[in-house]
Protein backbone atom coordinates (compact mmCIF):
# COMPACT_ATOMS: atom_id res chain seq x y z
CA UNK A 1 0.00 0.00 0.00
CA UNK A 2 1.89 3.93 -0.97
CA UNK A 3 0.51 6.57 -1.97
CA UNK A 4 2.61 6.86 -4.84
CA UNK A 5 2.17 3.46 -6.29
CA UNK A 6 -1.27 2.81 -5.28
CA UNK A 7 -2.72 -1.06 -5.93
CA UNK A 8 -5.89 -1.97 -7.23
CA UNK A 9 -8.11 -4.96 -6.57
CA UNK A 10 -10.09 -5.65 -10.21
CA UNK A 11 -12.83 -7.73 -9.34
CA UNK A 12 -15.11 -10.08 -11.36
CA UNK A 13 -18.19 -12.03 -10.34
CA UNK A 14 -19.74 -14.98 -11.48
CA UNK A 15 -20.12 -15.89 -15.57
CA UNK A 16 -17.45 -13.39 -16.61
CA UNK A 17 -15.10 -14.99 -17.27
CA UNK A 18 -17.47 -16.21 -20.34
CA UNK A 19 -17.49 -12.29 -21.46
CA UNK A 20 -16.91 -12.02 -25.36
CA UNK A 21 -18.30 -15.83 -26.15
CA UNK A 22 -22.24 -14.93 -25.64
CA UNK A 23 -24.39 -12.47 -25.78
CA UNK A 24 -22.13 -10.10 -27.67
CA UNK A 25 -25.56 -7.59 -28.53
CA UNK A 26 -25.77 -6.83 -24.42
CA UNK A 27 -21.50 -6.99 -23.06
CA UNK A 28 -20.00 -6.83 -26.31
CA UNK A 29 -17.56 -8.89 -27.75
CA UNK A 30 -14.58 -7.61 -25.30
CA UNK A 31 -13.20 -10.58 -22.92
CA UNK A 32 -12.09 -10.49 -19.26
CA UNK A 33 -8.57 -10.68 -20.89
CA UNK A 34 -9.08 -7.56 -22.53
CA UNK A 35 -10.19 -5.69 -19.91
CA UNK A 36 -7.89 -6.33 -17.27
CA UNK A 37 -5.10 -5.15 -19.57
CA UNK A 38 -7.34 -2.00 -20.38
CA UNK A 39 -6.93 -1.64 -16.65
CA UNK A 40 -3.70 -2.49 -15.71
CA UNK A 41 -2.66 0.17 -18.91
CA UNK A 42 -5.16 2.86 -17.00
CA UNK A 43 -3.44 2.42 -13.75
CA UNK A 44 -0.02 1.72 -15.03
CA UNK A 45 0.15 4.91 -17.05
CA UNK A 46 -0.20 6.57 -13.88
CA UNK A 47 2.26 4.31 -11.54
CA UNK A 48 -0.58 1.76 -9.76
CA UNK A 49 -0.57 -1.92 -9.90
CA UNK A 50 -3.71 -4.28 -10.37
CA UNK A 51 -4.40 -7.39 -8.77
CA UNK A 52 -7.22 -9.38 -10.93
CA UNK A 53 -9.27 -11.73 -9.65
CA UNK A 54 -12.49 -13.85 -10.88
CA UNK A 55 -14.81 -16.11 -9.17
CA UNK A 56 -18.16 -17.67 -9.62
CA UNK A 57 -18.09 -18.06 -5.64
CA UNK A 58 -19.63 -15.57 -3.55
CA UNK A 59 -17.58 -16.69 -0.46
CA UNK A 60 -14.26 -17.01 -2.95
CA UNK A 61 -14.73 -12.98 -4.29
CA UNK A 62 -15.24 -12.04 0.08
CA UNK A 63 -11.58 -14.06 0.72
CA UNK A 64 -10.08 -12.28 -2.15
CA UNK A 65 -10.89 -8.91 -0.38
CA UNK A 66 -10.09 -9.96 2.89
CA UNK A 67 -6.87 -11.73 1.80
CA UNK A 68 -5.55 -8.23 -0.37
CA UNK A 69 -7.28 -5.90 2.30
CA UNK A 70 -3.67 -4.82 3.96
CA UNK A 71 -1.64 -5.07 0.58
CA UNK A 72 -4.74 -2.62 -1.64
CA UNK A 73 -5.81 0.83 -1.58
CA UNK A 74 -8.88 0.42 -3.53
CA UNK A 75 -11.32 -1.82 -5.81
CA UNK A 76 -12.76 -1.76 -9.22
CA UNK A 77 -15.45 -4.14 -8.81
CA UNK A 78 -17.93 -5.93 -11.58
CA UNK A 79 -20.00 -8.30 -9.17
CA UNK A 80 -21.92 -9.63 -11.76
CA UNK A 81 -25.20 -11.07 -10.33
CA UNK A 82 -24.27 -11.08 -6.83
CA UNK A 83 -24.77 -6.87 -7.36
CA UNK A 84 -28.36 -7.91 -6.94
CA UNK A 85 -28.35 -10.14 -4.07
CA UNK A 86 -25.14 -10.20 -1.55
CA UNK A 87 -25.77 -8.84 1.42
CA UNK A 88 -22.13 -10.66 2.12
CA UNK A 89 -20.23 -8.69 -0.58
CA UNK A 90 -21.59 -5.25 0.84
CA UNK A 91 -20.34 -6.34 4.28
CA UNK A 92 -16.86 -7.00 3.19
CA UNK A 93 -16.81 -4.52 0.88
CA UNK A 94 -17.86 -2.09 4.01
CA UNK A 95 -15.23 -4.35 5.87
CA UNK A 96 -11.84 -3.85 4.17
CA UNK A 97 -12.11 -0.16 4.27
CA UNK A 98 -10.94 0.39 1.04
CA UNK A 99 -12.28 2.80 -1.43
CA UNK A 100 -14.56 1.00 -4.36
CA UNK A 101 -15.31 1.95 -7.90
CA UNK A 102 -18.79 -0.27 -8.94
CA UNK A 103 -18.98 -0.94 -12.66
CA UNK A 104 -21.14 -2.59 -15.01
CA UNK A 105 -20.85 -3.16 -18.81
CA UNK A 106 -24.56 -3.26 -19.61
CA UNK A 107 -27.01 -0.57 -18.29
CA UNK A 108 -28.48 -2.43 -15.39
CA UNK A 109 -30.94 0.45 -15.13
CA UNK A 110 -32.66 -0.18 -18.70
CA UNK A 111 -32.63 -3.57 -18.48
CA UNK A 112 -34.73 -6.17 -15.69
CA UNK A 113 -36.17 -4.42 -12.18
CA UNK A 114 -34.01 -7.15 -10.50
CA UNK A 115 -30.82 -5.20 -12.13
CA UNK A 116 -32.10 -2.42 -10.69
CA UNK A 117 -31.18 -3.06 -7.44
CA UNK A 118 -27.16 -2.92 -6.23
CA UNK A 119 -26.75 -4.50 -2.56
CA UNK A 120 -23.11 -3.22 -3.22
CA UNK A 121 -23.45 0.80 -4.42
CA UNK A 122 -24.05 2.22 -0.54
CA UNK A 123 -20.67 1.06 0.26
CA UNK A 124 -18.87 2.18 -3.21
CA UNK A 125 -18.00 5.81 -3.59
CA UNK A 126 -20.11 5.04 -7.21
CA UNK A 127 -21.59 3.22 -10.03
CA UNK A 128 -20.54 3.09 -13.51
CA UNK A 129 -22.76 1.47 -15.52
CA UNK A 130 -23.78 0.93 -19.19
CA UNK A 131 -20.64 2.46 -21.04
CA UNK A 132 -19.15 -0.99 -21.70
CA UNK A 133 -15.35 -1.93 -21.93
CA UNK A 134 -14.59 1.97 -21.57
CA UNK A 135 -16.61 2.19 -18.24
CA UNK A 136 -13.43 0.42 -16.15
CA UNK A 137 -10.86 2.57 -16.96
CA UNK A 138 -13.52 5.11 -15.95
CA UNK A 139 -13.65 3.65 -13.08
CA UNK A 140 -10.01 3.61 -12.68
CA UNK A 141 -9.28 6.99 -13.34
CA UNK A 142 -11.72 8.03 -10.59
CA UNK A 143 -11.19 5.80 -7.77
CA UNK A 144 -6.93 6.75 -8.57
CA UNK A 145 -8.03 10.20 -8.43
CA UNK A 146 -10.00 9.57 -4.70
CA UNK A 147 -6.57 8.31 -3.83
CA UNK A 148 -5.03 11.27 -5.26
CA UNK A 149 -2.44 9.75 -7.46
CA UNK A 150 -1.55 12.42 -10.41
CA UNK A 151 -2.22 11.96 -13.66
CA UNK A 152 -0.59 10.16 -16.09
CA UNK A 153 2.26 12.83 -17.88
CA UNK A 154 1.10 13.59 -21.92
O1 LIG B 1 -23.54 -5.52 -17.03
C1 LIG B 1 -22.81 -6.08 -16.21
O2 LIG B 1 -21.59 -5.92 -16.18
C2 LIG B 1 -23.41 -7.10 -15.23
O3 LIG B 1 -22.72 -6.98 -14.00
C3 LIG B 1 -23.22 -8.47 -15.85
C4 LIG B 1 -23.86 -9.59 -15.02
C5 LIG B 1 -25.31 -9.26 -14.73
O4 LIG B 1 -25.86 -10.25 -13.86
C6 LIG B 1 -25.47 -7.90 -14.09
O5 LIG B 1 -26.85 -7.65 -13.89
C7 LIG B 1 -24.88 -6.81 -14.96
C8 LIG B 1 -23.88 -10.94 -15.75
C9 LIG B 1 -22.64 -11.32 -16.45
C10 LIG B 1 -22.96 -12.49 -17.35
O6 LIG B 1 -21.91 -12.62 -18.26
C11 LIG B 1 -22.12 -13.34 -19.38
C12 LIG B 1 -21.01 -13.52 -20.17
C13 LIG B 1 -21.13 -14.22 -21.33
C14 LIG B 1 -22.34 -14.75 -21.71
C15 LIG B 1 -23.44 -14.57 -20.91
C16 LIG B 1 -23.32 -13.86 -19.73
Given at each position: ????H??????????????????????????????????????G?????????????E????????????????????????????????????????P?????????????????????A??C??????????????????????????????
Amino acid sequence: MSAEHPVILLVHGPNLNLLGERKPEVYGTTTLLDIEADVAAAAGARGAAVLCFQSNHEGALIDFLHENRKVADGIVINAGAYTHTSVALHDAIEAVNLPAVEVHISNTHAREGFRHVSMIAPVCLGQVTGLGRQGYTVATHLLLDHLGSPAANP
